[in-house]
């Protein structure tokens, strides 16, 4: 009675929330998880159980292989999205960690992608990355023409095999400046002592950035990269918006969309399910640390 | 609300501190870093300049290899084109996106209140729980969602989706404001409350809500953004007739044909808004996005 008295009035506060993300978030991950155990392909929906049938197809009985595909190009965007935003976010904000004049104006700059959708940013990577060359070449490939540097030239997202490295594009530019934050929190976390000492003993600039700063920063990377991992599985909005659905740039969240279309249930719940999967492997562990870490703190 | 009216951030909210000022001289390794810097700039800034030259052309002032320079003719034909073509929804939005902001802020103050301060058994596994919920793939529900939202009778269209906002902010809204609590409340204030009988509910109402006007800042931003900006929830539940911008914008954009002067005023129109929002509260708005790495 009296720990009810002691916890009480918090639970009420708390409890419809919980109960809303218990249906709302579990219950319907539940619910999918069904759906993708039955055959439910079209929308008159014979809900028979069929096992992990639907799951095994993908890899197995898909037009085309077309799941695998889709697997390849999210596996090719997230390699080069990672790769890039981490290198500009650090490269930024170790341009600006040491203090610059107009720091201000700078991280305004190179933040304000993130305060645009997709949907939007889309509209005009579309036309930076209009495949044409030479004469009739616009966008980015009239850039590089301009500087002589035509052999940076490329068909960018219509490219077969590495198109989906420049689908990344966008997304770089999106999410570098977010990244910078991250890591301009980290630089600015570090105790200033930290590097007066470093400097009383002598340390070169690369010797104190390589042994004393980078190291204080491994955390920071670990969360960005956590994020932008986990955004990265997501991608929907720029896909959808810069190409459209189609074979060329799908990805896994644009085949449930697809799949859904042609009512096919049960396939568009395996798929969502394996997504719900790749997602949680990244951001469980994550969550799990973060969490014991902040308890020993 | 300008920057001015509000009081400034605390640390919690403002994670960049401004670092201490020392003078260093103006030798040529910083000379490259200013070109470097400055390079970026313009990199970073390269489409917003093709959407605001773009949207200020007409006719055959618009190709692909004209794409760079600036309009023969200005006019405002597209901007007015787009406006046509966009103003339901961008109401709609608006319809959206500021009682979502709202609903989602009091709901995130209050349970943050309660996980930053009543440590019952189980708590730290609970906020767990509830963090899950802001990293899944929402496609993972979206299926049943639909059946559900008809089902439980809510309208199809803006309110649906005020509904799934704010459900599916809970989690990011409840951490901000659990790490705001955690780092900027001190434990005597509440104590003292209890000590003088108030009861959970008035130390909260009374006590805590006056001086949580920071936490509400960068929820109600962040909230207001995201809403504002989804395409995922806007496509799977509502459609051009009765959904947001980002909808109506993609059908203005990716038409068979698209009128690519009309499509970038649109996409500026679009993200109008949340750049003022941006421009004007900046700091706060970057409060939200170190919230979503979790640690605070």
Do not use: A, I, K, V
């Given at each position: 009675m009296r720990r009810l008295r002691q916890w009480g009035p918090g639970l009420a506060l708390l409890s419809p929330s919980l109960i809303l993300l218990a249906v709302f978030v579990y219950g319907l991950i539940a619910w999918t998880l069904k759906v993708s155990v039955s055959d439910e392909h079209t929308a008159l929906g014979s809900k028979g159980f069929v096992g992990l049938d639907n799951y095994t197809k993908l890899f197995t009985d898909d037009i085309n292989d077309r799941f695998v595909h889709s697997l390849k190009n999210l596996l090719i965007f997230t390699a080069v999205f990672l790769v890039g935003t981490m290198f500009f976010g650090l490269l930024w904000a170790f341009l600006l960690e040491r203090g610059v004049r107009a720091e201000g104006f700078f991280r305004t700059v190179y933040l304000f992608p993130m305060a645009v959708s997709f949907i939007a940013s889309g509209v005009v990577w579309r036309w930076l990355m209009n495949p044409n060359k030479g004469e009739g070449a616009g966008g980015l490939n009239a850039v590089f023409g301009a500087v002589h540097?035509?052999?940076?030239?490329s068909t960018w997202w219509t490219n077969?095999?590495?198109?989906m490295a420049s689908m990344a594009i966008p997304a770089m530019w999106q999410l570098s400046g977010y990244v910078m934050a991250l890591f301009l929190a980290g630089f600015r976390g570090i105790p200033q002592e930290l590097r007066e000492a470093a400097a009383m003993d002598g340390a070169s600039t690369y010797r104190l950035y390589r042994n004393v700063i980078f190291p204080q920063l491994t955390p920071v990377a670990l969360s960005a990269l956590i994020i932008i991992g986990h955004m990265s599985m997501k991608m929907f909005d720029l896909i959808m918006s810069v190409s459209?659905?189609?074979?060329?740039?799908?990805v896994p969240a644009v085949y449930v969309w697809q799949a859904l279309l042609t009512s096919d249930y049960a396939k568009a719940a395996a798929i969502s399910i394996i997504l719900l999967l790749l997602v949680a492997v990244v951001i469980v562990p994550y969550l799990i640390y973060t969490n014991r870490a902040e308890k020993s703190s | 609300m300008t920057t001015s009216s509000v009081a400034s951030p605390p640390s919690a909210i403002e994670p960049i501190a401004p670092r201490p000022k020392t003078r260093r001289p103006f030798g040529p390794g910083s000379i490259v870093k200013y070109l470097l810097a400055i390079f970026f700039v313009v990199v970073v800034l390269m489409p917003l300049y093709v959407l605001i030259v773009t949207s200020f052309k007409a006719g055959s002032d618009i190709g692909v290899t004209s794409q760079w320079n600036l309009p023969s003719h200005w006019t405002v034909s597209s901007w007015s084109k787009a406006w046509t073509a966009l103003q339901p929804s961008f109401i709609r939005t608006f319809e959206l996106a500021v009682p979502v902001a709202l609903i989602s802020s009091i709901v995130g103050a209050a349970n943050g209140f309660v996980l930053s301060r009543w440590r019952f058994p189980g708590a730290d596994v609970v906020f767990t729980l509830i963090l899950f919920g802001m990293f899944i793939p929402y496609q993972a529900v979206m299926i049943p969602l639909r059946e559900i939202v008809t089902t439980i009778g809510i309208q199809p269209g803006i309110p649906t989706l005020i509904f799934v906002h704010c459900i599916y902010g809970i989690p990011i809204c409840t951490l901000i404001f659990r790490n705001y609590y955690a780092t900027t409340v001190p434990e005597e204030l509440v104590e003292a409350s209890r000590v003088d009988g108030a009861g959970l509910l008035r130390t909260f109402g009374w006590i805590i809500l006056p001086i949580s006007i920071p936490g509400f800042v960068v929820t109600i931003i962040w909230q207001f953004t995201s809403a504002w900006n989804d395409y995922l929830f806007a496509i799977f539940l509502a459609n051009?007739?009765?959904?947001?911008i980002t909808i109506a914008l993609n059908a203005l954009a990716g038409a068979?044909?698209?009128d690519y002067a009309a499509s970038m005023a649109g996409a500026l129109i679009t993200s109008l808004p949340t750049l003022v929002v941006y421009v004007l509260l900046g700091r706060w708005f970057i409060g939200g996005l170190m919230a979503g790495s979790v640690k605070s």
């Open positions: 540097l035509d052999f940076l030239q077969p095999n590495w198109g459209g659905p189609q074979w060329l740039t799908e | 051009t007739r009765n959904g947001p068979q044909s698209p």
